[in-house]
């Protein structure tokens, strides 16, 4: 009778609970749903961004609503992005395209193939000031904007107030402005990398 009850014992016995799976970068997800566990700003359910790795844990790394980011920001928009970096800040933009913008002092670069910045006739597609690096880009639909004397300089990219513009891999086609119907540059230096200018329109000077 003893062995029996002994035995009732053992049988009704609850499992150990299992113990949780570590989360080493404290982000809510354990390693065993989250696919990068160093990372806290990946996890499943994670915004997507453009900076080459699967941020949502969905198995696709190349999200076409991926957000452009900065200095570990991410925004809805390029302009709305860039309006996030500071000085010396490195900008992704993600594929895809947009509207023209301003940059001041940072780092612009296109993630991947198809990064196209497109004026659509409304000023430069890029007005750069200050120290600045354009890369992987298509710059198109400019009608350039102020530069010195002329209203319409720089259709493709504006560099007129830029000290020193670094422009590498970089596309400039199918704009046009009174003077550097692809680019105008002022007092700067100018670097092109690996860039092509072709099918441009400078109406007084420079197409």
């Given at each position: 009778m003893r062995t029996l009850f002994l035995l009732a014992l053992v049988a009704c016995?609850?499992?150990?609970?299992?113990?949780?799976?570590?989360d080493a970068d404290s982000d809510g997800f354990g390693a065993d749903v989250d696919c990068n566990d160093d990372d806290p700003q990946t996890f499943p359910g994670a915004?997507?961004?453009?900076?080459?790795?699967?941020?949502d844990c969905d198995g696709d790394a190349s999200d076409t609503s991926a957000s452009h980011i900065v200095e570990g920001q991410a925004?809805?928009?390029?302009?709305e992005t860039i309006a996030l970096a500071g000085p010396g800040a490195v900008v992704v933009a993600c594929p895809g395209v947009h509207p023209p913008i301003e940059i001041d002092g940072i780092s612009l670069q296109g993630s991947g193939e198809g990064?196209?910045?497109?004026?659509?006739?409304?000023?430069?597609?890029?007005?750069?000031?200050?120290?600045?690096?354009?890369?992987?880009?298509?710059?198109?639909?400019?009608a350039g904007s102020a530069a010195g004397s002329s209203e319409a300089g720089g259709g493709g990219l504006n560099a007129w107030d830029a000290n020193h513009a670094t422009v590498a891999r970089v596309e400039i086609t199918g704009n046009q402005a009174e003077f550097g119907g692809g680019?105008?540059?002022?007092?700067?230096?100018?670097?092109?990398?690996?860039?092509?200018?072709?099918?441009?329109?400078g109406t007084n000077g420079g197409g």
């Open positions: 016995k609850k499992p150990e609970p299992t113990p949780p799976a570590e915004p997507e961004r453009c900076d080459g790795f699967d941020n925004g809805s928009n390029l302009a990064v196209i910045i497109d004026a659509a006739g409304a000023g430069s597609a890029i007005r750069a000031t200050g120290t600045v690096v354009i890369q992987d880009l298509v710059l198109t639909g400019g680019l105008l540059l002022g007092d700067g230096r100018l670097v092109l990398e690996d860039v092509q200018v072709h099918g441009n329109t």
